[in-house]
């Protein structure tokens, strides 16, 4: 096993978050394995900001952008941050984590490169338990490997991508691969910035012993249509950077069907509403 130097600093992007940031820190800052935590806003309209700098603990910097500048470009900041305060791991956090143990500590412990804990989330009334993603090279469009049950496996797994909302990231990552690209926005930026490391020959590496609760609330694209345009200008950057040529007229044919879709079931849910409210 490689030498360890567990100097790690979290890095979390708040954006009207409520109280949840605010105990997720208070949470992360109990762990031996957290020197640090950046809290990166995305001009938060409710208060939850103010919760987190009411914690009042030194170990916490802040950093307020004028504008929701959105996931990468903010994420960014924050890790920009943390390279310059001589960390030699980078965590990044979603506010919606549940754990108990220090789970943090399990993933430097593999001495892999980018790593991340089997997820676990409720979808109406089963837990699902996420391994990481995998890519469809003439679609491209990425989906996760999920199960019911756990995968007791004793050694790790290997995706062709993870979720960047609870990752573990070395240093030497950064280095040679840079930051998040900011041409994404809020989705697929995890999924070209852990193909890009495993492209420069880095472990991307699910955790399979380490199991963290996600507490999301899954969303029907056609009920939010600022997140589905967010989806969609994303997955569209994602084919134009990551699908070969000779596959892309079959990206696109899928993705002109997939905006079909959007428009029609909007169109649906829109008229349910007027039909409503009649």
Same mark, same amino acid.
């Given at each position: 096993?490689?030498?360890?130097?567990? @100097?790690?600093?979290?890095?979390?992007?708040?954006?009207?978050?409520?109280?949840?940031?605010?105990?997720?820190? /208070?949470?992360?800052?109990?762990?031996?394995?957290?020197?640090?935590?950046?809290?990166?806003?995305?001009?938060?309209?409710?208060?939850?900001?103010?919760?987190?700098?009411?914690?009042?603990?030194?170990?916490?910097?802040?950093?307020?952008?004028?504008?929701?500048?959105?996931?990468?470009?903010?994420?960014?900041?924050?890790?920009?941050?943390?390279?310059?305060?001589?960390?030699?791991?980078?965590?990044?956090?979603?506010?919606?984590?549940?754990?108990?143990?220090?789970?943090?500590?399990?993933?430097?412990?593999?001495?892999?490169?980018?790593?991340?804990?089997?997820?676990?989330?409720? /979808?109406?009334?089963?837990?699902?338990?996420?391994?990481?993603?995998?890519?469809?090279?003439i679609l491209g469009r990425t989906y996760h490997i999920?199960?019911?049950?756990?995968?007791?496996?004793?050694?790790?797994?290997?995706?062709?991508?993870?979720?960047?909302?609870?990752?573990?990231?070395?240093?030497?990552?950064?280095?040679?691969?840079?930051?998040?690209?900011?041409?994404?926005?809020?989705?697929?930026?995890?999924?070209?910035?852990?193909?890009?490391?495993?492209?420069?020959?880095?472990?991307?590496?699910?955790?399979?012993?380490?199991?963290?609760?996600?507490?999301?609330?899954?969303?029907?694209?056609? @009920?939010?249509?600022?997140?589905?345009?967010?989806?969609?200008?994303?997955?569209?950057?994602?084919?134009?950077?990551?699908?070969?040529?000779?596959?892309?007229?079959?990206?696109?044919?899928?993705?002109?069907?997939?905006?079909?879709?959007?428009?029609?079931?909007?169109?649906?849910?829109?008229?349910?509403?007027?039909?409503?409210?009649?």
């Open positions: 096993m490689k030498e360890l130097t567990f @100097h790690i600093i979290a890095v979390l992007v708040n954006y009207n978050y409520g109280n949840r940031a605010a105990y997720l820190i /208070r949470k992360v800052l109990l762990l031996p394995s957290i020197s640090r935590v950046i809290v990166i806003d995305n001009a938060s309209l409710d208060n939850s900001i103010h919760l987190v700098e009411n914690l009042k603990d030194t170990r916490v910097t802040v950093i307020k952008n004028k504008e929701n500048l959105g996931y990468d470009k903010a994420v960014n900041i924050g890790i920009k941050q943390a390279l310059l305060e001589g960390c030699r791991y980078v965590m990044l956090l979603d506010a919606d984590l549940i754990f108990k143990t220090d789970f943090i500590t399990r993933l430097a412990q593999t001495g892999a490169d980018v790593l991340v804990p089997v997820l676990k989330f409720r /979808r109406k009334e089963d837990w699902i338990y996420d391994y990481g993603g995998k890519v469809n090279w999920e199960s019911t049950s756990r995968i007791l496996a004793k050694t790790e797994i290997y995706p062709d991508f993870v979720s960047g909302g609870c990752t573990l990231i070395r240093k030497e990552v950064f280095d040679r691969i840079g930051l998040y690209d900011e041409r994404f926005f809020l989705y697929f930026g995890d999924a070209d910035f852990a193909l890009r490391a495993r492209k420069a020959g880095f472990e991307v590496v699910t955790y399979p012993r380490a199991i963290v609760i996600h507490n999301i609330s899954e969303h029907k694209f056609s @009920h939010n249509w600022f997140k589905t345009k967010l989806s969609l200008q994303g997955n569209l950057t994602f084919i134009n950077k990551w699908i070969s040529w000779y596959f892309r007229p079959f990206a696109y044919t899928y993705f002109l069907a997939l905006i079909s879709k959007v428009l029609f079931n909007l169109l649906i849910y829109r008229l349910s509403d007027y039909k409503k409210s009649q």
